[in-house]
């Protein structure tokens, strides 16, 4: 069966309490629901920014 999945991501604390998740989400419903493709919401990276964990930014 056909599965679409979306990866939802934001890097920092200030994204997660904005719309960004929200907006992210809708989008990738809404493509799927264009195309009649079930979207599995599991893919997640939420408020780890990869850029300060690589480089030794993160506090």
Same mark, same amino acid.
């Given at each position: 069966m056909l599965k679409a999945?979306?990866?939802?991501r934001f890097s920092t604390p200030? !994204? %997660?309490r904005g719309d960004? #998740? $929200? $907006?992210q989400t809708a989008k990738a419903e809404a493509?799927?629901?264009e195309r009649g493709i079930? #979207?599995?919401n599991t893919l997640r990276d939420l408020g780890?920014? %990869?850029y300060n964990v690589?480089?030794?930014? !993160?506090n």
């Open positions: 999945y979306s990866y939802i200030e !994204q %997660a960004s #998740l $929200r $907006r493509w799927c629901n079930p #979207l599995d780890v920014s %990869a690589c480089f030794g930014m !993160q």
